[in-house]
């Protein structure tokens, strides 16, 4: 049996119950305690003091070490997201030109410039027949070919603006 276990057993039934129930009672009791003089003690608290100045000074050391830490993330995430930026506006641009290059109005436009070019082959055959250059019947399969093609492109493009 312990000293503080003796000391509760000496007690009688009444001071138990004024222990229990009286917190001043209790208070006084525990600090009459042989041990709990001892933790509280001078030479307890400076230890303490000493122990919580000594970690100050240690984090305080790391401060520096901290802030710089702090200044790489930040240029890394600066960098990493100057790239990411980057990447996204490229990436948007190339969309639009995709968009533009397959919209509509620019797959008509490429329409009237193929049949364009068609007919505008077509007469340089027309020239080539008449200078003599081209005998009539190579002319004749060369000169129906784009006349074909040429009809054929307008006719898609005018069937395509009438939808």
Request: glycine content about 2%; some cysteine; aromatic content about 4%.
């Amino acid at each position: 049996m312990s000293m503080n276990e003796s000391m509760l057993h000496d007690k009688s039934v009444e001071e138990l119950r004024k222990l229990l129930s009286d917190k001043d009672a209790y208070e006084n009791y525990l600090h009459s305690i042989e041990e709990v003089k001892q933790l509280d003690s001078d030479t307890l608290r400076n230890d303490l003091k000493k122990s919580n100045v000594t970690l100050a000074r240690h984090n305080l050391g790391k401060e520096s070490e901290m802030a710089e830490l702090r200044n790489q993330c930040m240029i890394i995430r600066t960098t990493e997201l100057a790239t990411a930026q980057e990447k996204f506006l490229d990436a948007q641009r190339r969309e639009k030109e995709i968009l533009a290059r397959s919209s509509p109005a620019s797959i008509l436009n490429k329409l009237q410039e193929a049949a364009n070019a068609a007919d505008d082959e077509s007469e340089s055959l027309h020239r080539n027949l008449l200078s003599g250059e081209l005998e009539v019947p190579g002319f004749l399969q060369k000169y129906r070919q784009q006349r074909v093609l040429y009809h054929r492109r307008t006719l898609l493009r005018l069937a395509a603006l009438a939808c």
